[in-house]
């Protein structure tokens, strides 16, 4: 994909950040694909080809200070910012795919007015207090580092930080939405997307095996999965 779309950085002025975009196919019905935390547009490479093929055009991009774009620092918050600005300069999109924090954030963006007709979100994250804790257990720090860090966001923001959680922000998204978690994903538990599942209005559930978090998006089955609910 990276050879063959269209590659172009845009500000976005909320954050006062660029993103750089790739748009990949001429098809006139639009996806936006959005990928997780640590990586870059072209991650669902796969998923895009196949969508290609199918006739649709993709948009993606590398989130600020991840992939070609700039900077040293990010939050999930301008993971949002950035769809809903790319909704203004490359939308309407027919529809959304992400992953794991691009789950999240596509499921937040509905909730702050993106306009799709269906998502898909794979090994999506629920809690983003439990995701903060996790974070720090994993880099085995002392667990009231979570409370500095949570604090440190909640005064940035002015926001709860809980309130970024995709269960919360699932109980107002009223379209379809696809959720594809692997039992065996190590680094979000498929419980998470289970929790997603029972607080949204319609959606389906696809749990895979053997897949784990990142091998899931180029599946052959799942990304057949993802054409067929399009």
Request: net charge positive; charged share 25%; glycine share 6%.
């Amino acid at each position: 994909m990276d050879q063959k779309s269209k590659q172009k950085l845009v500000y976005i002025p909320k954050i006062e950040k660029q993103i750089m975009t790739y748009v990949y196919g001429e098809g006139s019905k639009k996806i936006l694909l959005v990928h997780g935390w640590s990586g870059r547009g072209t991650q669902l490479v796969k998923i895009a080809d196949k969508l290609v093929d199918q006739g649709y055009s993709t948009i993606s991009f590398d989130a600020p200070a991840h992939g070609k774009s700039p900077g040293n620092t990010t939050l999930m918050p301008e993971f949002i910012e950035s769809i809903l600005e790319l909704e203004k300069k490359y939308g309407p999109f027919d529809y959304a795919v992400g992953h794991s924090l691009g789950s999240m954030s596509i499921l937040n963006a509905i909730k702050e007015g993106l306009q799709i007709k269906k998502a898909v979100i794979i090994g999506s994250g629920d809690s983003v207090n439990d995701i903060l804790k996790d974070f720090v257990s994993n880099l085995k720090l002392k667990p009231n580092i979570a409370t500095k860090m949570r604090a440190l966001f909640e005064k940035k923001y002015q926001i709860d930080m809980e309130s970024y959680s995709a269960y919360i922000a699932a109980k107002k998204c009223p379209i379809p939405i696809l959720i594809i978690h692997d039992v065996n994903d190590e680094d979000v538990p498929y419980t998470a997307s289970e929790n997603i599942h029972k607080n949204l209005k319609n959606s389906t559930l696809l749990l895979t095996e053997k897949l784990g978090h990142r091998k899931i998006l180029g599946n052959e089955k799942v990304i057949e999965t993802i054409i067929h609910f399009f």
